[in-house]
């Protein structure tokens, strides 16, 4: 038999120039051992990195932890080797919802979930359902040994087969009470057992995350929680004055203050323009002054200076025109070259005329000093005028009651008006969508809902491309000599036909989620926490359907139709090909869970996209600003990493009762366990969250491990109707029924928990000691301390994010800034300098700070803007260690 031969169908691959579907996405079942090797030679070596470079590197690897506030009591974590590890172990939930907020709490919790639900179901897969499997079910080799840990059990190649073993004389006969298929049964009692449990495990641990999110939310006090969205305003209405009567008339409670959102596109790219001949500028003046002198100049004598004895009453010096005079004023009046000619002045060459067919070249520093003057006197004048009111305002309420009461109520009759939505923090808000019209968001709405649809279709050429290509039938064809040396090559062959599958689908995971998440932002959301939503739900639909369902189902394009049609013919061909297909298939999922667990988790943690790019974007920083950006923590997106985690829980289900189960659920405790603290590393120390979601992604969650419910009972009912078990098959029909009945009660009565705040968890005005969240629902507390401890409410992440926040566009109010060009930043500058003598509230807040992020969000476009943003007070603060400028 030819190594490439498969010894349950020795006739595919066989060299007569075809190749099955089926022969497409399958490694051979000999190589989970290879795997292995190259996952933990991945993740051993990634994993030592990190050792050695987190106490080396604290402006990377604790870069969260260094702009936190001491007060709220994270732990230091050693610079030892090992050290740092059981310090992580020991921080408690508590700590984690004190110093991350609500989101990283509830993204964390789903992984501690994953692993008590697959280390129980790991064991019985491994000690009650593997001893039944090797008992009835034949080895797939002829020398058998006493134990083999990665036992290769037959599988199943065409529908029709009737079953995996001949042991009944006709196929027709139901096999559910022969004593040769009796272990049968045991599937099916372990369905309905692993189904319960995961859903005992999942209604458990939705109400602790509800009460928590609710205890949370009702006892913190920001403007988030007493504001909220208005939408569908009818002409009439677009007036902060009639906005605020018509709330109050509702008697709910008292309005305290209404942003009617406007038309501020002229605004908005006035000071997006304005940042981007801002870092020209900045650029610039790198440049300049980083060239050598070409004389060196002399301080000349003090009675033979030109210098006026004015100078230190701010009187410009003799012989300096207009235009250097407002070159000292912009950047802080701070730069003298008194060597005149001795360095050249960098040149810029700027079109005009015609068509813009004409051009020159002119001073690049005085051309953009120019350029900043003309712009700051625009968007002066534009802050003081007056634009067309849109059909969305933010409303705040005296208090979080009356806004819930709001929130949660019907308030206009007529349909699409006046629609009341939470409201998401002000730093979160795009302003751009806030006033384009509705009808233009959900026209951008639906054609990046149906160009997604046309992507995954489209998604469907490049991944059974790639899984053809890769495959040694392939190979054998299109390089015959390569194949024959493959077979003279057994490990050879195994990386081929094992490593590069598995790395291609994991790569594709890690690529395709900034496409859409490019996508999400374009669709017109209001908010960064709709739009990371919107992304954690389209990388999971390309995760399930691309990878999971075409890689089965499927197995290849030209099967596509196929499939299609006898699904049309028999409404079980689904079942049974999806369950046939699975059970080929289970060396590639095993591998591919392996992969991502032992070998990526560990790349994760040392953050080798950042590690990587470092030296690129060092040597591409010129400015001071460009130095800050680098130190800033990066930022961690949940629509990144939680669509492969769901996909890996659905896998583990899948496979949890069917042969080898017990394996695919070890892989999945080993998954869940490193990322629960990889992640927990990455929330608590490294990495920012820019969004604010409420806890919202646990519903989302819920409805995808339910999906993977379905998908598991509908495999179980083929896999066990492909045994001619048809009446054990039918008996897996109540609980599919029993799972979409509990997903519809989900719905009804737990999804609004996760939207909205409950009127009885609202503790303002009452003593919030005693109402606050307790040990309970952190598993309880230590006997030595205080029965039940308080966790710390004076002043939450959210508190502290939103502290001095208003919700006003950041482009009426943000400090202009001034060119950062020494290695401490300048500071704003002065609304007299900028010409602006319009009034502004005194409650404003006085620094970027708070909208520098939002700002970059709503106005600089993609990710890379939103990367990339720097504010003057903590760039300051993230110099540290690896930031050196030169000083002149």
Same mark, same amino acid.
């Given at each position: 038999?030819?190594?490439?031969?498969?010894?349950?169908?020795?006739?595919?691959?066989?060299?007569?120039?075809?190749?099955?579907?089926?022969?497409?996405?399958?490694?051979?079942?000999?190589?989970?051992?290879?795997?292995?090797?190259?996952?933990?030679?991945?993740?051993?070596?990634?994993?030592?990195?990190?050792?050695?470079?987190? /106490?080396?590197?604290?402006?990377?690897?604790?870069?969260? $932890?260094?702009?936190?506030? /001491?007060?709220?009591?994270?732990?230091?974590?050693?610079?030892?080797?090992?050290?740092?590890?059981?310090?992580?172990?020991?921080?408690?939930?508590?700590?984690?919802?004190?110093?991350?907020?609500?989101?990283?709490?509830?993204?964390?919790?789903?992984?501690?979930?994953?692993?008590?639900?697959?280390?129980?179901?790991?064991?019985?897969?491994?000690?009650?359902?593997?001893?039944?499997?090797?008992?009835?079910?034949?080895?797939?080799?002829?020398?058998?040994?006493?134990?083999?840990?990665?036992?290769?059990?037959?599988?199943?190649?065409?529908?029709?087969?009737?079953?995996?073993?001949?042991?009944?004389?006709?196929?027709?006969?139901?096999? @559910?009470?022969?004593?040769?298929?009796?272990?049968?049964? @045991?599937?099916?009692?372990?369905?309905?057992?692993?189904?319960?449990?995961?859903?005992?495990?999942?209604?458990?641990?939705?109400?602790?995350?509800?009460?928590?999110?609710?205890?949370?939310?009702?006892?913190?006090?920001?403007?988030?929680?007493?504001?909220?969205?208005?939408?569908?305003?009818?002409?009439?209405?677009?007036?902060?004055?009639?906005?605020?009567?018509?709330?109050?008339?509702?008697?709910?409670?008292?309005?305290?203050?209404?942003?009617?959102?406007?038309?501020?596109?002229?605004?908005?790219?006035?000071?997006?323009?304005?940042?981007?001949?801002?870092?020209?500028?900045?650029?610039?003046?790198?440049?300049?002054?980083?060239?050598?002198?070409?004389?060196?100049?002399?301080?000349?004598?003090?009675?033979?200076?030109?210098?006026?004895?004015?100078?230190?009453?701010?009187?410009?010096?003799?012989?300096?025109?207009?235009?250097?005079?407002?070159?000292?004023?912009?950047?802080?009046?701070?730069?003298?070259?008194?060597?005149?000619?001795?360095?050249?002045?960098?040149?810029?060459?700027?079109?005009?005329?015609?068509?813009?067919?004409?051009?020159?070249?002119?001073?690049?520093?005085?051309?953009?000093?120019?350029?900043?003057?003309?712009?700051?006197?625009?968007?002066?004048?534009?802050?003081?005028?007056?634009?067309?009111?849109?059909?969305?305002?933010?409303?705040?309420?005296?208090?979080?009651?009356?806004?819930?009461?709001?929130?949660?109520?019907?308030?206009?009759?007529?349909?699409?008006?006046?629609?009341? $939505?939470?409201?998401?923090?002000?730093?979160?808000?795009?302003?751009?969508?806030?006033?384009?019209?509705?009808?233009?968001?959900?026209?951008?709405?639906?054609?990046?809902?149906?160009?997604?649809?046309?992507?995954?279709?489209?998604?469907?050429?490049?991944?059974?491309?790639?899984?053809?290509?890769?495959?040694?039938?392939?190979?054998?064809?299109?390089?015959?000599?390569?194949?024959?040396?493959?077979?003279?090559?057994?490990?050879?062959?195994?990386?081929?036909?094992?490593?590069?599958?598995?790395?291609?689908?994991?790569?594709?995971?890690?690529?395709?989620?900034?496409?859409?998440?490019?996508?999400?932002?374009?669709?017109?959301?209001?908010?960064?926490?709709?739009?990371?939503? @919107?992304?954690?739900?389209?990388?999971?639909?390309?995760?399930?359907?691309?990878?999971?369902?075409?890689?089965?189902?499927?197995?290849?394009?030209?099967?596509?139709?196929?499939?299609?049609?006898? @699904?049309? $013919?028999?409404?079980?061909?689904?079942?049974?090909?999806?369950?046939?297909?699975?059970?080929?298939?289970?060396?590639?999922?095993?591998?591919?869970?392996?992969?991502?667990?032992?070998?990526?988790?560990?790349?994760?943690?040392?953050?080798?996209?950042?590690?990587?790019?470092?030296?690129?974007?060092?040597?591409?920083?010129?400015?001071?600003?460009?130095?800050?950006?680098?130190?800033?923590?990066?930022?961690?997106?949940?629509?990144?990493?939680?669509?492969?985690?769901?996909?890996?829980?659905?896998?583990?289900?899948?496979?949890?009762?069917?042969?080898?189960?017990?394996?695919?659920?070890?892989?999945?405790?080993?998954?869940?366990?490193?990322?629960?603290?990889?992640?927990?590393?990455?929330?608590?120390?490294?990495?920012?969250?820019?969004?604010?979601?409420?806890?919202?992604?646990?519903?989302?969650?819920?409805?995808?491990?339910?999906?993977?419910?379905?998908?598991?009972?509908?495999?179980?009912?083929?896999?066990?109707?492909?045994?001619?078990?048809?009446?054990?098959?039918?008996?897996?029909?109540?609980?599919?029924?029993?799972?979409?009945?509990?997903?519809?009660?989900?719905?009804?009565?737990?999804?609004?928990?996760?939207?909205?705040?409950?009127?009885?968890?609202?503790?303002?005005?009452?003593?919030?000691?005693?109402?606050?969240?307790?040990?309970?629902?952190?598993?309880?507390?230590?006997?030595?301390?205080?029965?039940?401890?308080?966790?710390?409410?004076?002043?939450?992440?959210?508190?502290?994010?939103?502290?001095?926040?208003?919700?006003?566009?950041?482009?009426?109010?943000?400090?202009?800034?001034? /060119?950062?060009?020494?290695?401490?930043?300048?500071?704003?500058?002065?609304?007299?300098?900028?010409?602006?003598?319009?009034?502004?509230?005194?409650?404003?807040?006085?620094?970027?700070?708070?909208?520098?992020?939002?700002?970059?969000?709503?106005?600089?476009?993609?990710?890379?803007?939103?990367?990339?943003?720097?504010?003057?007070?903590?760039?300051?603060?993230?110099?540290?260690?690896?930031?050196?400028?030169?000083?002149?």
């Amino acid at each position: 038999m030819s190594i490439f031969e498969d010894p349950d169908d020795p006739g595919s691959g066989d060299g007569n120039g075809k190749c099955n579907g089926d022969d497409y996405t399958g490694p051979g079942t000999k190589d989970t051992q290879v795997q292995l090797v190259i996952s933990l030679a991945l993740g051993v070596s990634a994993f030592l990195a990190f050792c050695i470079l987190r /106490p080396r590197w604290k402006s990377l690897y604790a870069a969260r $932890k260094r702009h936190l506030d /001491p007060s709220i009591g994270l732990p230091v974590l050693p610079d030892t080797f090992f050290g740092w590890m059981p310090a992580l172990y020991n921080i408690t939930d508590q700590q984690v919802l004190a110093s991350a907020g609500l989101d990283a709490f509830v993204f964390l919790t789903f992984f501690k979930m994953a692993m008590k639900l697959f280390a129980v179901m790991f064991f019985f897969a491994a000690v009650v359902l593997e001893p039944i499997n090797r008992h009835y079910i034949p080895d797939n080799k002829t020398d058998t040994a006493s134990f083999q840990l990665f036992r290769q059990y037959p599988t199943l190649r065409n529908y029709g087969h009737a079953r995996l073993f001949d042991n009944n004389d006709k196929d027709d006969d139901d096999t @559910s009470f022969n004593d040769n298929m009796s272990y049968l049964w @045991s599937y099916l009692v372990f369905t309905y057992f692993f189904t319960w449990l995961a859903l005992y495990v999942m209604h458990k641990e939705t109400f602790r995350v509800i009460r928590v999110r609710q205890d949370y939310l009702g006892t913190q006090s920001t403007i988030t929680d007493r504001t909220f969205r208005l939408s569908g305003i009818p002409k009439d209405l677009r007036t902060e004055a009639a906005i605020k009567e018509l709330v109050e008339r509702l008697e709910i409670g008292k309005v305290e203050s209404v942003t009617l959102c406007r038309n501020w596109k002229e605004l908005d790219d006035l000071v997006e323009h304005r940042h981007k001949v801002l870092a020209q500028l900045e650029e610039t003046w790198s440049v300049y002054i980083a060239q050598k002198p070409l004389l060196v100049p002399t301080a000349p004598p003090i009675e033979d200076s030109d210098v006026t004895t004015g100078r230190e009453n701010g009187e410009p010096r003799e012989g300096t025109d207009e235009e250097a005079a407002e070159s000292d004023r912009l950047i802080g009046g701070g730069w003298d070259d008194p060597s005149g000619g001795g360095r050249a002045r960098p040149q810029t060459r700027f079109w005009y005329g015609f068509l813009r067919l004409q051009s020159r070249k002119t001073d690049a520093i005085d051309y953009f000093s120019e350029k900043l003057r003309v712009l700051d006197e625009k968007i002066v004048a534009a802050r003081k005028r007056k634009y067309d009111a849109a059909d969305l305002a933010f409303v705040t309420m005296d208090s979080i009651a009356a806004c819930q009461m709001a929130v949660q109520a019907v308030i206009d009759p007529h349909p699409g008006r006046l629609l009341t $939505k939470p409201a998401p923090a002000p730093s979160d808000v795009v302003w751009r969508n806030t006033y384009a019209p509705r009808v233009k968001r959900r026209i951008r709405s639906w054609t990046v809902t149906v160009f997604v649809g046309l992507l995954t279709v489209v998604w469907l050429l490049p991944v059974a491309f790639l899984a053809s290509v890769l495959s040694i039938c392939t190979i054998r064809i299109a390089l015959p000599s390569f194949a024959d040396w493959l077979k003279d090559h057994e490990i050879a062959r195994t990386l081929v036909q094992t490593g590069l599958p598995t790395i291609v689908v994991s790569l594709l995971n890690v690529a395709v989620p900034y496409l859409y998440d490019f996508l999400s932002y374009n669709q017109g959301m209001i908010s960064q926490s709709e739009i990371a939503l @919107s992304t954690i739900s389209k990388n999971f639909f390309f995760t399930f359907f691309n990878i999971f369902l075409i890689f089965t189902v499927f197995g290849a394009v030209t099967s596509i139709i196929d499939v299609l049609r006898n @699904s049309l $013919k028999d409404t079980t061909y689904i079942a049974y090909k999806l369950a046939g297909k699975l059970v080929e298939l289970n060396i590639f999922y095993t591998n591919f869970i392996m992969l991502q667990g032992l070998g990526l988790f560990p790349f994760r943690l040392l953050e080798f996209g950042s590690v990587s790019l470092y030296p690129v974007y060092r040597l591409g920083a010129k400015t001071p600003r460009d130095f800050a950006q680098i130190v800033e923590p990066p930022k961690f997106y949940y629509g990144f990493y939680l669509p492969t985690a769901l996909l890996v829980f659905i896998l583990c289900l899948v496979y949890s009762v069917l042969p080898l189960g017990y394996l695919a659920l070890g892989l999945g405790l080993a998954y869940f366990t490193l990322g629960y603290y990889t992640y927990k590393y990455q929330l608590l120390y490294a990495m920012d969250q820019p969004q604010h979601a409420t806890g919202g992604a646990w519903r989302m969650i819920c409805y995808r491990l339910l999906l993977g419910l379905v998908v598991f009972q509908l495999t179980m009912s083929g896999f066990l109707a492909l045994q001619s078990a048809f009446t054990i098959a039918l008996l897996v029909v109540p609980l599919l029924v029993a799972t979409l009945w509990y997903s519809w009660s989900f719905r009804k009565q737990f999804e609004p928990l996760t939207r909205f705040i409950s009127l009885r968890s609202i503790k303002q005005g009452e003593d919030v000691g005693a109402e606050a969240i307790l040990d309970d629902d952190f598993g309880g507390g230590n006997g030595g301390q205080h029965e039940r401890e308080l966790l710390r409410r004076g002043s939450t992440v959210d508190e502290d994010r939103e502290k001095g926040l208003r919700f006003v566009n950041p482009s009426l109010v943000v400090p202009l800034q001034q /060119p950062w060009i020494y290695k401490d930043p300048p500071p704003p500058l002065a609304e007299s300098e900028a010409g602006d003598d319009s009034p502004r509230d005194s409650d404003a807040p006085a620094s970027e700070r708070e909208y520098e992020p939002e700002f970059q969000r709503g106005l600089g476009g993609g990710r890379a803007s939103r990367a990339g943003t720097s504010s003057n007070s903590s760039s300051s603060v993230s110099l540290g260690d690896t930031h050196i400028w030169r000083d002149t």
